[in-house]
């Protein structure tokens, strides 16, 4: 064999290209985190004229992406399958692509297709590029299936960190605040268009000989392989699905009160006017929950290939379970030390669930199994940002502030969440042990 013919083939047996290509449409994906940058200039434009609408109108656009991001991995998962990542992944950055651009010629006139072109269409492109992106790279890289996860899903978290300002000056320069959101949403859907066109030529699933060698080198690929119907007839799946549930409604409700928290305490502390950079301390209070939120993906998923997966998500939860009951305790800069590992922990959730759906049902369709089990944090975060808003409403003062105290149940709630999480994982640890037990009679 020659050096050249050596060469190529070393690099068709190779993930990177893969992971690269995944870490690259991830990011872009992360538009996901950044409504809130769009939420003012939508509730005051193209919902000022249904009565009793507004934020809550806007917000709705908002729910409708995630919900539909779950529904969009279910199907791109199968479409995968049945044609290849590559194309679904294309496919999916186009509708993505589609979404944002016709929610850019949406007026107050009808203020509901922004539901359907943001929400429906742009969630469902998202659903198609996101768990066939983590599923194609898990494929890759069995033995390191946390840490493949983890870098994927940080990925996500850290598209929000990049876009946020990057959409804030955009919208700045097309007019500012109400006005410059269509601009904002046409540059997005160029941005998809590309990012996910060149990124979808690198994605490919090993075959012929690496995956021989993948399968040579971890004996789990070659376990049962759940079809998605056999996956919903195991008590596994409802137990893995509601955990996660119960997991994101926590970490939802303590996420959407930290600009919050972080005002109050600045404001009590009397550190108003101190910046960091041009950036006030409330600020930096947000930047340091998402970035933590980020870093926990990577973190905790290479932590669970040494730890164990169960271990993992046990810690996680206990860690949710205890963190939001500290939240009344904590005064001054201490909340962003507070607030940060909330994120760490929470974060930590989305490396560990794909990788134990993997680890329990297989790789084959992994794709759309985990679109499955993402109905989870579709339903869980949904309730989770209803129950915050009612308590944050309740709480908010004549002053526009908070009162933190008034918000114990809701730390509460979150606690709970966790703690109920736990419950179910015990009871799935068990329920694997006794399935492992009759495999090996």
């Given at each position: 064999m020659s050096v050249k013919e050596n060469s190529k083939m070393k690099k068709q047996n190779s993930g990177?290209?893969?992971?690269?290509?995944?870490?690259?449409?991830?990011?872009?994906?992360?538009?996901?985190?950044?409504?809130?940058?769009?939420?003012?200039?939508?509730?005051?434009?193209?919902?000022?004229?249904?009565?009793?609408?507004?934020?809550?109108?806007?917000?709705?656009?908002?729910?409708?992406?995630?919900?539909?991001?779950?529904?969009?991995?279910?199907i791109g998962g199968k479409l995968a399958a049945r044609y290849s990542t590559r194309k679904v992944v294309f496919v999916g950055g186009m509708v993505l692509a589609l979404g944002f651009f016709l929610s850019s010629?949406?007026?107050?006139?009808?203020?509901?297709?922004?539901?359907?072109?943001?929400?429906?269409?742009?969630?469902?492109?998202?659903?198609?590029?996101?768990?066939?992106?983590?599923?194609?790279?898990?494929?890759?890289?069995?033995?390191?299936?946390?840490?493949?996860?983890?870098?994927?899903?940080?990925?996500?978290?850290?598209?929000?960190?990049?876009?946020?300002?990057?959409?804030?000056?955009?919208?700045?320069?097309?007019?500012?605040?109400?006005?410059?959101?269509?601009?904002?949403?046409?540059?997005?859907?160029?941005?998809?268009?590309?990012?996910?066109?060149?990124?979808?030529?690198?994605?490919?699933?090993?075959?012929?000989?690496?995956?021989?060698?993948?399968?040579?080198?971890?004996?789990?690929?070659?376990?049962?392989?759940?079809?998605?119907l056999e996956m919903l007839k195991t008590p596994q799946y409802y137990l893995i699905v509601f955990s996660f549930l119960l997991a994101c409604m926590g970490g939802v409700m303590m996420i959407n009160f930290a600009k919050d928290i972080a005002n109050v305490r600045v404001r009590d502390a009397g550190l108003d006017e101190v910046t960091l950079a041009g950036m006030g301390?409330?600020?930096?209070?947000?930047?340091?929950?998402?970035?933590?939120?980020?870093?926990?993906?990577?973190?905790?998923?290479?932590?669970?290939?040494?730890?164990?997966?169960?271990?993992?998500?046990?810690?996680?939860l206990s860690g949710n379970v205890v963190l939001p009951l500290l939240v009344n305790s904590v005064d001054g800069l201490w909340v962003f030390i507070l607030i940060a590992c909330i994120g760490l922990f929470y974060g930590g959730i989305f490396s560990n669930f794909p990788a134990l759906t993997a680890d329990l049902f297989g790789v084959k369709h992994v794709a759309m199994n985990y679109g499955f089990v993402l109905l989870g944090f579709g339903v869980g975060s949904n309730i989770a940002s209803q129950i915050a808003g009612n308590f944050a409403r309740a709480a908010r003062g004549e002053d526009n502030f908070i009162v933190v105290s008034e918000l114990f149940p809701a730390f509460i709630i979150a606690s709970c969440c966790s703690a109920a999480a736990i419950v179910l994982m015990v009871i799935l640890r068990a329920l694997v042990k006794k399935e492992a037990g009759k495999n090996q009679k």
């Open positions: 990177l290209p893969t992971v690269i290509a995944a870490v690259a449409i991830q990011i872009t994906l992360g538009v996901a985190y950044i409504w809130s940058v769009f939420q003012r200039g939508i509730a005051q434009t193209i919902f000022s004229g249904d009565e009793g609408m507004g934020d809550a109108g806007a917000s709705l656009a908002f729910s409708l992406l995630l919900l539909m991001m779950t529904v969009g991995s279910i010629f949406v007026t107050s006139q009808v203020p509901w297709m922004l539901w359907v072109t943001y929400g429906i269409i742009g969630g469902l492109g998202m659903g198609f590029t996101y768990s066939t992106t983590i599923a194609c790279a898990q494929k890759w890289y069995p033995h390191k299936r946390g840490l493949i996860t983890g870098i994927i899903v940080a990925s996500l978290g850290f598209g929000g960190v990049v876009l946020t300002p990057l959409v804030e000056k955009l919208i700045d320069v097309f007019g500012g605040t109400g006005v410059g959101e269509p601009a904002a949403f046409r540059v997005l859907s160029v941005i998809f268009i590309v990012v996910c066109t060149i990124g979808s030529l690198f994605l490919r699933s090993p075959h012929g000989e690496a995956k021989a060698n993948l399968a040579a080198a971890n004996p789990t690929l070659t376990k049962k392989q759940y079809s998605p301390l409330a600020a930096i209070g947000v930047m340091a929950v998402t970035m933590s939120n980020s870093g926990g993906r990577l973190l905790w998923g290479f932590i669970s290939d040494k730890l164990g997966r169960n271990k993992v998500i046990f810690i996680l």
